[in-house]
């Protein structure tokens, strides 16, 4: 069994910084890719940025200069900084972690529960 949940969610006004973090933890071999997610109301999820076991990033056009990726490999862990925040950037904010359980495992997709981003004034 793999567990990933996110924290740091909450509500900031515009222009205020978050810093997220997503540990997984359970039954893991290794953790490959782990990538943040974002879905407002309304709207489809997104991907807003991710990084591999190798320290490559990715960025949505969103987030690019705003938003910094980073993982500690030994915690399994994952944070995403995020300033200047604007409303558009309110939704919720999703983990997904990238995970071999055994060593002849395939990869398989664990997604946590998400955590609340609010920007308003």
């Known amino acids: 069994q793999v567990q990933v949940v996110e924290s740091g969610g909450g509500l900031v006004q515009p222009g205020g910084s978050l810093r997220l973090s997503c540990a997984a933890s359970?039954?893991?071999?290794?953790?490959?890719?782990m990538t943040w997610y974002r879905q407002a109301p309304g709207k489809q999820r997104e991907l807003v940025a991710g990084?591999?076991?190798?320290?490559?990033?990715n960025y949505a056009d969103s987030a690019k200069g705003r938003f910094t990726i980073s993982r500690d490999i030994a915690k399994n862990t994952v944070y995403l900084q995020m300033n200047s925040l604007k409303p558009e950037d309110t939704a919720v904010y999703y983990c997904?972690?990238?995970?071999?359980?055994?060593?002849?495992?395939?990869?398989?997709?664990?997604w946590g529960q998400g955590t609340q981003v609010t920007v308003s004034s």
């Open positions: 997904k972690a990238d995970v071999r359980t055994t060593v002849l495992s395939i990869l398989e997709d664990y």
């Open positions: 359970g039954s893991i071999f290794s953790v490959y890719t």
């Open positions: 990084i591999t076991n190798s320290g490559s990033t």
